[in-house]
């Protein structure tokens, strides 16, 4: 199943602007949710789906001034929200597949990095809420529920799992599209 690593992203941009009423709904929430990180706003958000299942919904977070085209260089934060359920060892492999597509690593990082994520993250099930949040030069950090469930504490590795979504390399366009609704410019990559 293609599936993107932590699956949940939420509806897309143009659904604010649809007549539907769970869009609207949506649109409000997305307007009054808390930011995950001081000074955040939302950026955009998104739903993956494959043969018309939602898989999962997301939403970006961002700080004032965030360039896509140099997304490891700043601080974000990805909400995901599963309508599936996955095993974290199933989370981090296919997190390794998709980060091959965005840059180069080793065996001994792939190896280690699979271990570090699996032991970072939980398993989930529909309706759980995973934030990934992105601290450049430091690593990542994942929370549920409010609280930290896990960290993995390599930037280069937070840099890739992060461009899972934000990288023009990623193996969904439309969704990284989505999640950058609200930042790009023409010309921005």
Not at 19 to 47: C, D, F, H, I
């Amino acid at each position: 199943m293609k599936s993107i690593a932590i699956s949940a992203l939420l509806v897309s941009a143009a659904a604010l602007f649809n007549s539907n009423p769970a869009a609207a709904q949506m649109a409000e929430a997305s307007q009054t949710a808390t930011a995950p990180l001081s000074g955040a706003r939302l950026a955009g958000q998104g739903v993956l789906r494959f043969l018309g299942f939602e898989i999962y919904r997301a939403r970006l977070w961002v700080q004032p001034g965030f360039e896509a085209g140099n997304y490891g260089a700043q601080p974000l934060a990805l909400e995901l929200t599963y309508h599936r359920d996955f095993s974290a060892d199933a989370i981090a492999k296919r997190s390794l597949e998709e980060m091959r597509r965005v840059g180069n690593f080793t065996a001994e990082q792939a190896t280690r990095w699979q271990q570090a994520l699996q032991a970072a993250l939980p398993d989930v099930k529909s309706g759980d809420r995973l934030l990934g949040i992105h601290q450049p030069g430091v690593g990542a950090t994942f929370k549920m529920g409010g609280r930290v469930v896990g960290e993995v504490p390599d930037a280069e590795f937070s840099r890739l799992f992060f461009g899972i979504w934000l990288s023009p390399q990623t193996s969904e366009p439309g969704l990284r599209q989505q999640l950058l609704a609200s930042i790009r410019t023409a010309g921005q990559p």
